[in-house]
């Protein structure tokens, strides 16, 4: 079979090995950003003396944005792409994380929080364009390095917030703003090269659907579902792994914190793994074995001793998150020309549903056990089985878009 125009185009102008790591760098910059909000929580409410309703609403004003807008974004995007857009996002983030820094009163946190989310939705849809555009052919490489930089992001906020904020107060988060305006700076150079490489290609974006619309609807909702499940599995590990451990075992904060640096290890390097695993035998593999390839080690989980937790932790970070490049390249696979939709579907609402599912979670735990979260979680990954309604690819079979 005959390898599509667009792909053509993208292996002929290789692999722009210093766009990604760029664009992994500033996904690093806009994740540390977003998690370190979450966790400068404590010393928000200490300091405004905040009530439980009013952080719920400073996650909601972040979620909301980040969340809901991307989709939108994404789809304006395609249509028109935008990506001199990629600094105005970062410089969004800048000045909530400034305000975040530097506020007398709620509503300038609030602000702040939004911020930072606009930031989020602006920069995940048009960025995850200019990594496929850099790919060279290699759509699951390019998104893993891509994720990469996210993933690491996440894992060092809350780092940063414990021996940077806490030690020296809440103003020491405005310092971040300098990394913002780094990022910003970057991402213009980022813009520049990408408009250049639009202007270069003049041949027409295809957006004909190569499969019929009732199964790529089928396709996209099973894709959902599957992120769906793999965010929701995230966030109570997350949110609840480091209680889990102190109410299971014992152990204090140091320890228990220690078995989530290894989730978040394991996930950073799945998320690489994945892409260049699927590059070599289809992403769809990838999506057999991650969502329910996971299912032996979650179900054992929260029966195991500490040694074995220490180690599924490592097993199931490093399994779950293979999928989610793959899941992504599959989708814009399905929907060709609409990237930046399909980014924004991925990465902003099926992560803030993930969130609110989190939260609910949170009632559950508080009603019976924080164990009990755990062994609820364990069997998510049965819905894996879905992915048997997933239509296979022929332009994504095995060597087709090898480079």
Not at 43 to 50: A, D, H, I, K, Y
Not at 197 to 203: I, V
Not at 320 to 332: D, G, K, T
Request: charged share 10%; net charge positive; glycine share 12%.
């Amino acid at each position: 079979m005959a390898t599509t125009g667009p792909q053509i185009g993208a292996q002929a102008q290789g692999t722009a090995w210093a766009v990604l790591c760029a664009v992994s760098l500033c996904h690093l910059i806009n994740d540390v950003m977003q998690s370190m909000l979450a966790s400068i929580y404590p010393l928000l409410q200490v300091e405004f003396s905040l009530g439980y309703a009013q952080i719920g609403l400073l996650s909601a004003g972040f979620q909301i944005t980040a969340s809901l807008l991307q989709p939108v974004i994404g789809a304006v995007t395609d249509r028109h792409p935008q990506p001199k857009s990629l600094p105005l996002g970062m410089i969004a983030t800048m000045i909530g994380v400034v305000l975040l820094g530097t506020a007398q009163n709620y509503g300038m946190l609030l602000t702040g929080a939004m911020l930072i989310g606009v930031g989020s939705a602006v920069f995940h849809p048009e960025s995850s364009r200019v990594a496929r555009i850099a790919s060279g052919g290699r759509f699951g490489t390019a998104q893993s390095l891509f994720q990469l930089g996210g993933n690491f992001g996440q894992s060092m906020g809350p780092l940063l917030a414990a021996f940077v904020v806490v030690p020296l107060g809440r103003p020491a988060v405005a310092w971040f703003a300098v990394a913002a305006a780094l990022g910003a700076a970057l991402l213009w150079r980022i813009g520049d090269w990408a408009e250049g490489r639009r202007r270069a290609n003049r041949a027409p974006v295809e957006t004909a659907l190569r499969l019929p619309r009732p199964v790529v609807i089928r396709a996209i909702v099973v894709l959902a579902i599957l992120v769906f499940t793999k965010n929701i599995y995230s966030a109570s590990m997350s949110s609840y792994l480091t209680f889990f451990i102190i109410d299971r075992f014992g152990l204090g904060p140091q320890g228990a914190q220690l078995m989530l640096f290894l989730f978040l290890a394991g996930m950073a390097a799945g998320v690489m793994l994945g892409g260049l695993v699927g590059d070599r035998i289809g992403p769809l593999r990838v999506i057999w074995f991650s969502i329910l390839g996971v299912l032996p080690f979650t179900l054992a989980l929260p029966h195991v001793g500490l040694v074995a937790t220490g180690l599924l932790c490592v097993v199931i970070g490093l399994i779950l998150a293979s999928a989610f490049p793959a899941i992504v390249v599959f989708a814009q696979e399905l929907v060709p020309g609409r990237t930046g939709t399909i980014a924004g579907l991925f990465f902003g609402f099926a992560f803030g549903m993930g969130g609110i599912a989190a939260a609910m979670l949170g009632v559950l735990a508080d009603h019976t056990s924080i164990r009990m979260v755990f062994l609820v979680c364990s069997v998510l990954p049965v819905l894996g089985l879905l992915t048997i309604l997933l239509p296979r690819l022929p332009s994504l079979e095995r060597g087709r878009h090898q480079v």
